[in-house]
Each structure stands twice: as structure tokens, then as C-alpha cells.
């Protein structure tokens, strides 16, 4: 199956070639905008434990191209998830594709992006897990960007 992010909304000319327009002002970039956790709990009343898994990924390949203009603060692009909260699980998961990002230079003030091959960024302070796979993902930064976190399988993780 292939999937496309970032593909050109409209015909910008006839020359133009296919996937080189951007996504716009969308904070969450990915095939998966945001992921979470899920939580199961066995017993009952003091006894209760509670067991929370990560969303997991495993067998993906992101390839291809994925452009996005950074146009408000904390825009996230991640080849597969914008952002993981509690934690992410990836097995097998290669990324190879190019991010082409970019701000306006009208924009200096916007902050907060982060960019990874896989994951954008993993908060809430669960655990990540990657084995097997590589993450060999190009990133191509142009506009007014003073200091921005980008990781091959992920840019940040707090």
C-alpha cells in the first residue's frame, strides 16, 4: 500500500512535478497525526494493576517525499507519527524517505518544531522501544530556522 503526505493540493502548472507541493499550517504531520497509549487493568480495589502498552509500528517503510511550511509554532513531521504520547514501539520500521521543511521567513518567531524520520516526538514518559529497521531519512531545512530538534527515527523525546 502507499500512502502520500504532503502531496500538492492543486495543480500548480502543468511542468510541476507530482508531490512537490506542501502542507500548509498543519501542526501534526505524519500518516498518524497522534498516537497514545492503551491501558488494561486486572483486580480490583488495592490489588488493581494496571498495564500500559505503546502504540506499536512494526514492517513499515516510509519512502518518498514530505513537504511542509512551518507557519505556527510547534508544527511536528514525522515520516509515520507526528506525535507519540506515552511511549512507541517500532520494529522493522525503515525511513528513507526526504523531508523538505520550511518557514516564512515572515515567521521568525515561530518555534517549537521537531522533525524525525519515524516519530516527530514521544512524550509522556513511557518507553520506546526500536529494533531492527534503519533510519536513513534525508531533511532539507530552508526559511528563518535558528535551531530546530531532528532525529532519524526521532526528533525529540520528553
Known amino acids: ?15 510541476a512535478p507530482v508531490g512537490r507541493g506542501a502542507i500548509i499550517g498543519h501542526r501534526y504531520n505524519g500518516l498518524i497525526a ?7 487493568t486486572e483486580g480490583e480495589g488495592d ?3 494496571t498495564t500500559v502498552t505503546p502504540a506499536t509500528i512494526s514492517g513499515l517503510t516510509i519512502d518518498g517525499t514530505i513537504n511542509v511550511i512551518g ?3 510547534t508544527t511536528l513531521v514525522g515520516g509515520a507519527v507526528a506525535e507519540a504520547t506515552n511511549g512507541i514501539i517500532l520494529t522493522d520500521v525503515v525511513s528513507q524517505e526526504t523531508i523538505n521543511f520550511n518557514t ?15 516519530v516527530a516526538t514521544v512524550s509522556g514518559g513511557n518507553k520506546v522501544t526500536i529494533s ?11 526559511g528563518s530556522i535558528s535551531s530546530i530538534p531532528v532525529g532519524g527515527a526521532i526528533g525529540n523525546i520528553k
Do not use: C, Q, W
Not at 497522534?34 to 488494561?40: E, I, L, P, V
Open 1 to 15: 500500500m502507499k500512502l502520500a503526505i504532503g502531496e500538492r493540493y492543486g495543480v500548480y502548472s502543468d511542468s
Open 34 to 40: 497522534r498516537t497514545g497509549a492503551t491501558s488494561t
Open 47 to 49: 490489588g488493581a494493576v
Open 71 to 73: 507557519t505556527r509554532n
Open 104 to 118: 516564512d521567513t515572515d515567521t521568525k518567531k515561530i518555534t517549537g518544531h521537531k522533525l524525525g524520520g519515524v
Open 132 to 142: 531492527g529497521g534503519t533510519a536513513k531519512p534525508k531533511f532539507e531545512l530552508t
